[in-house]
């Protein structure tokens, strides 16, 4: 058993969730307490009620998330709701929530172990927002095709490529979790040739083919699934907790 | 016993919930659902964490206010927001909010009810905000003093007077409940000589005396009990449930 | 062979590209002239540097688009930007976009073309968007599984389902092409038990779940394919000309 | 007799009238000239016309306030705005204004100089507003109680208390004069437990309930006089200039 | 001798200066007030400190402007505005100024008055601007030349050329006193082939060559002249007043 | 010949064209490309219909202008427009523009040049903008009248002067080129007693009056000549090319 404000002393400091920049809506930290101990933590990409209630099921009383319970903005305690807090507080779950925070870690990053999993060489961080850097970038040997089968098989489910670059290569590449499609533009010209993010809009397709730069969308979901599994982990280790990741995946 | 559901129908028709415009904090209407059932209304002014406390006590499920959950935007629940939502899920206690809409009510609103207890006579709604007229004026046949003194007594606690008529009358009475002490140079636009409102900025004092218009600062709380004690009355005789006015003053 | 001016005052009358409002980069009209005189017309969803080369291939000297040249600002003519504009222009290629008249025209358009084709009775108007209905919603007779179906064998490539109703039926359901995915909660608030639309954030999926409503992603290139379409066949009929469809599928 | 022009380059260097950021009503500095003679200094909260006329019957060439003519922005030349332009010329009366510069001045602010009052230790400045720090904190050795009653002692007027604070102590002081009462929340985010001000709106009193902040306000009007008070002395002192505060208090 | 009162509710009911829209910086009708008795008005297109200098010399006690005191926002009372306020109060005289309210007078409008000084027929308002119609328009039976003698004629001053219709003619002529020379596009989208105005940006010359629409520049000063002349000449008449057209010109 | 590549980069290195901040619609550096090699470049102020006419007459393969196509943001390719790009384009006519960069460019910018011209002596930068200094100040041994003499003779068209100084005198001499004159009083502010601009609104005479500074309007387009004459000459010294000065003023 451990405490829950050590958790989230331990997480907001390892994180650094106070000095990351972030959307209003993130609300990063602690969004829910419970009762104070935690003898179980799941983990999961979305705070929405199904994942809440397979959090409960399974027993937990921490879920960790990247995507929390604020995105709506203020909104009435009634219908799903009303469902989601009464069945968090009554089952005592407590929920923390890491966007952009988690995104970046060096370590335990979204960007960061994707990057790893396609094994992306001479890894530096790119593409200033607010004053971070919000992606990674580097070099893969491998040509268009083998760089989408590396990315389908890190994320576990099917991609959607902008084929942009005529040569089949694919040159500098450029992770961004997430839905970073609208930047195909500001990629091209921080001079990434292969851009890996999520999801993004219908015109980012004509705009690659024109500007000459590769995009694979990996899923906004499946990208983003590396950075909850691996705080898991750490959590796990460092508190001998019981952990579990309650995969919900949406298919965009 | 009466069903929450029939209930908030009849309040948001009767209050016009949806056609009365408000500050975007104030998401009239139903707050916070129970499990459909209400056996005891309470009513206060706000709904603070001593406020929904007090209404657990007395055994309420239900609780109609002029100031609701969400005027502070979207709130993590830690804290006091933690034990309010959950004391009031735990204790079944729907909470129900009506600002403007309990404002402007021809009959059970906070002007009119304070206006007919310092017997203000041939009373018409006045000073447009968004479409609505949000203020009610009319005579007094009364000195100054003799108003001060019926305000003293309809809110129950002590008010306080910027003199800017000089003849010691009160002239053409506007009253507009709450924090509307920014627009006395829009009331004396508007012909207002003497301005009763609930609270106002320090400056608004300087503005009255070169202006030459009276104001009555009678207390944001204060001049707001009418409303919710009403609505207590209403729903007492329609669904013959018990009401009780949690009284919770903030001297302000 | 027909004169660009004439065609233009059809497109323009019928369409009511000056009383339809839209985004400021749809910039609806003719965007490019030629020099007057048209006499093969291209169609196509987007107007990239590809289409473009495609029309000039298929010998068109007009070409007509949903989305047109105008959607990233003013842009130097470098690049893909110079290409696109000198190739035109050489070839004598006349460009004429329609947007949101293309989507809301009763007969031409991509709503109701898409409704039609699946099937949707008592269709009428909906979703108020700066003073017109973006939408068109009405009755369809089948479970969501057929509906499913009938979706993409109207919009010729597969859909993405986002299931948030709990009974398998469809119930209401609202048609608005392209990318309307960011409005679930506003379609859910008008009484849409299924949308359709071509593209929609990941937060969608959780939001349509907890809403209880289904989200069917038809494409947003696949489902605005109508519109232009029914353009080519109008003016292939009304001026005798020959006309051709440019297929240049997004896959988003 | 004193130079006006020597005197308000000693005030604007002295107060940093430059450095200091301000609201754009504040305009901080000379605000209405005269003959450019001084013989005798008043001194005020506001710059209002009983106040100007207060000034002029004491045969005052200066009159330094800390509220000045411009918070309404542009004003007409017409009935009260008239009289006080017209007077103070008549009168020779030039109007010097300081607001937030005599506010954080070190030895002459009115934050400086109340807290001295209390008997506040280890004061030191608090609470970033656009680069600067606004207020000042520091220990008080006192009960709720005790601390009431020297501040009330303090602006020798009623004091209006806001108990949050459970146990009857006071913890970490902190003091901005004026109308800071929506910072509450800011106050508690930065560790002050008894918040000593000059006004508030009714919300504040539920929320320093809820995050368990006292409260105290002191007036706006009464936590202000501080400051002109003092730079009369010094002008006094140091051009050997009659000076005399004149008293008009507003009660909020 | 007459009564300020009287003359200024007599000014705003003609020339309706509630209902006009305006810039915020204009605040027409009475600017700043006097002793109440007027016996002799002036009239200017500028409210500047040597056109109030010589509205003194004259004996004025009301001036009468197309351009007020306001346009800076509030100003610290000190150098030229100490001046002109405290010479205009220390000459007890009154200024009134009316903006737009005088450019679209039907009768003694600087419009109406430049169009018939150059014998435009069939005039018509046109141009909306926030709701009202900002201009004239009609047919002049002239060659260009032949305009450009007659506008020179009417300013009585020199007046600059664009030459953008290459046939010498005129067709429908325009006319908007003051500085809208930035409006040459939306003139050329309403069909106006002569654009007459006071002043304009250098941009402006190479647009009206491009749209092929006439530009003469008559000066900002010397084409709103006609309108104070023309208030002036009312109230002399009306009131018996002695009146007076200061002439300070600008040569802009 | 030369290759367009190069000379881009020379002009943006030596302009600093990423490193000067501009207006949105300046976007300086190539504007148009053409086949990459350039034989002769015509300079001129206007990127205009006519002046494109006459460079393409003179057998220019590339214009330096300092006004270039984007000012108007987004345009149709209709009319002016069409006309422009296409007759540019079927030339080979490469566009390049400098606006900011080229006025404050130390040695061939129009500051520095005019500033030259007229014997301005001590030059050095002034009047911060957006992290620049926009202008070049100094002292010029002159009278006003001889001063206006030598500026009529820079710019070799006719001046207007304000006159504000009441010595005869120019004191500290300011110079920006171009359309500054709302800057009037920003100028006084910085100690400027007689500032040389291009073009400025009606109400800036009033305002250098009051303010006792001179201000002579040496025209926009006069006083801008002198930039892309002198890039001209430097492409013509450094790339051996044939070059053209392409004069089209506009008189303001």
């Known amino acids: 058993m451990a405490d829950l404000k050590s958790i989230v002393q331990f997480l907001d400091e390892s ?12 609300m990063n930290g602690l969004q829910l307490q419970n009762n104070g101990e ?7 990409v979305d705070a929405s009620l199904p994942v809440i209630r397979k959090a409960v099921e399974a027993g937990a009383d921490m879920l960790i998330v990247h995507h929390g319970l604020f995105w709506q903005g203020a909104q009435r305690f ?16 407590a929920i923390y929530s890491s966007h952009i925070p988690l995104d970046v870690h060096p370590e335990w990053g979204n960007n960061a172990l994707l990057a790893k999993s396609i094994g992306l060489e001479n890894a530096e961080s790119y593409h200033d927002w607010k004053g971070i850097l919000l992606g990674v970038k580097g070099i893969v040997s491998a040509s268009l095709d083998e760089l989408v089968a590396k990315v389908t098989d890190a994320v576990e489910s099917p991609v959607h490529v902008c084929k942009g670059k005529s040569d089949g290569g ?13 930047e195909v533009a500001a990629m091209a010209n921080q001079g990434i040739q292969t851009f890996i993010t999520g999801e993004g809009p219908h015109w980012s397709f004509s705009l690659a083919e024109e500007l ?16 909850v599994r691996e705080l898991s982990r750490v959590l796990e280790k460092k508190y001998e907790l019981n952990t579990q990741f309650i995969h919900h995946p949406t298919g965009l």
Chains 1, 2, 3, 4, 5, 6 share one sequence.
């Open 15 to 26: 994180l650094n969730t106070c000095g990351i920049p972030d959307y209003p809506g993130a």
């Open 78 to 93: 009634v219908d799903a709701q009303y469902s989601k807090i009464k069945e968090a507080m009554d089952a005592n779950l």
């Open 38 to 44: 935690v003898t179980k933590v799941a983990s999961a």
């Open 170 to 182: 694919v040159g500098v590449v450029g992770v961004i979790t997430g839905g970073a499609g609208s």
């Open 212 to 227: 000459g730069i590769n995009v694979i969308y990996a899923g906004h979901y499946a990208s983003e699934t590396f950075g």
